[in-house]
């Protein structure tokens, strides 16, 4: 099955700035997905990334705050813009596992993101 | 709408003690569901799948569509259960958007 590398693992922001996270995996993937899970909260999906074309976003979640890019097959990245407190939140990518998408999903370990 | 509600919090038993944890979902569609696991400083990482009717780590799960129900099941509980537990519902015709449950933490106590 896929393995997700992402980073940063952590990071401290000041408000008003953006973060970028990246997220590598070791296979070609036609889909990546980008979730936040808020304090406390559960796993929300953000978006979905595919190559060649622009993400798709979820309601409540706009391509301003939440840019991503999918150069190629293996890579994502997500950008959280102008950040305040209230994106203090794990970031988390995913890509489905080996064998379709009717076999689930497997998840990077996530960015812990707190914003000052 | 869509929806997973786990409804509970925290399940606390003792080790040997059979183990339930409860899973109901809205959809309108025939449902993927999953269970997924987050142990202590661990990714999250999938369980179950209700597709491939599968036993890991001495866990099942049926899908009962009369009740909507998708609850996870183990017989005699060990300490090293103690996490974590996430069901998810594959909505929107298998597009990778899974809908989360708000989880419920397992302590398994010696």
């Known amino acids: 099955s896929a393995v997700i590398s992402q980073k940063p693992s952590r990071d401290i922001c000041q408000r008003g700035t953006s973060l970028t996270i990246q997220c590598q995996v070791d296979?070609?993937?036609?889909?990546m997905f980008w979730y936040r899970q808020q304090p406390g909260q559960s796993l929300t999906l953000i978006a979905t990334?595919?190559?060649?074309?622009?993400?798709?976003?979820e309601s409540g979640f706009v391509i301003d705050k939440f840019p991503i890019s999918r150069p190629n097959l293996t890579f994502s990245t997500l950008t959280v813009s102008n950040m305040s407190p209230e994106d203090s939140s794990i970031y988390l990518c995913s890509v489905a596992l080996t064998g379709g998408i009717n076999y689930g999903y497997t998840f990077g370990s996530g960015t812990r993101l707190t914003v000052v | 709408a869509q929806r997973v509600t786990q409804p509970e919090k925290l399940l606390s038993v003792f080790k040997g003690a059979p183990v339930e944890l409860k899973c109901n979902y809205s959809y309108s569609g025939s449902p993927e569901l999953f269970w997924y696991v987050q142990y202590s400083r661990q990714r999250l990482q999938l369980l179950l799948r209700h597709i491939s009717r599968e036993s890991i780590k001495g866990f099942t799960a049926d899908l009962n569509k009369g009740e909507t129900s998708f609850h996870l099941k183990k017989p005699f509980a060990q300490e090293e259960d103690s996490a974590m537990y996430y069901c998810?519902?594959?909505?929107?015709?298998?597009?990778?958007?899974?809908?989360f449950g708000q989880g419920t933490t397992l302590q398994v106590k010696p």
């Open positions: 998810a519902l594959d909505g929107s015709g298998n597009t990778g958007k899974l809908i």
């Open positions: 990334a595919n190559q060649g074309s622009e993400a798709t976003y």
């Open positions: 296979s070609q993937v036609t889909m």
